[in-house]
């Protein structure tokens, strides 16, 4: 495993952390882009409230509840939708440095779950997430598809790389799009490596 990274009993057994859980929910899709470039799959994250891209989820209280229940509460409240988690959805577990509070001195490990969807239900998904959901217009501003297509070399995937997430969300997404084959290894390092010009 990378640096920083624990399985999911590695990371639990680190009582005095903080824990935050977010999900990665995909589908495939026939759908194409100007009725020729195809999207393949779509991949849904957030505009937070802060400005920055990140997954659906956040803290969960393991004196309260379990990571995947806690999860589950999270979407609920971000999403609008009730979405059964199990614990075969987990993929990776991180350790976080320190953060950065004069009052905690507390780690953060960051629990990524990944679920793949039908199509009809990433559309369910982000109507409640536009309507019903509790913190919908609060603590997030909307969902997003991720762009997994490149269009003029460095439109697409690059250019979304190249906007600022949360946390290490941004690896998550990188990490997570060549573990489910959604993007080619070809394509992933091409589009990381126009995200960083697009920034200098
Ligand atoms: P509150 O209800 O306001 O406490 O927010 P929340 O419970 O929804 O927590 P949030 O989603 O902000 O996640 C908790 C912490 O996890 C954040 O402060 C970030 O440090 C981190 N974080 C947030 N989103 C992501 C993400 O997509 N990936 C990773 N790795 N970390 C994230
Ligand atoms: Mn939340
Ligand atoms: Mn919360
Ligand atoms: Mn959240
Ligand atoms: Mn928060
Ligand atoms: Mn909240």
Redesign the pocket.
Known sequence: MASGQLSRSEALACLGCKH?C?MMLYSATKSQLFGRIPIRHIVL?QM?FDGLL??????VNLQKETLETGLSR?LW??LGVAIPISVEDHVVS?L?PA?FSSTSSSC?I?H?YVKRMEEEQILEVERAAASTAK?HGH?VLGMIRVPLYTIKGEGGLASFLSHS?????RS?LVESLLRFKLVTPDELKSALTHSMEINT
């Open positions: 935050a977010h994250m937070r990140g997954f659906p989820g956040g803290f999270e409240e971000e991180c976080a953060l953060l960051t990524l913190d603590e997430f949360i946390g290490n969300a998550q």
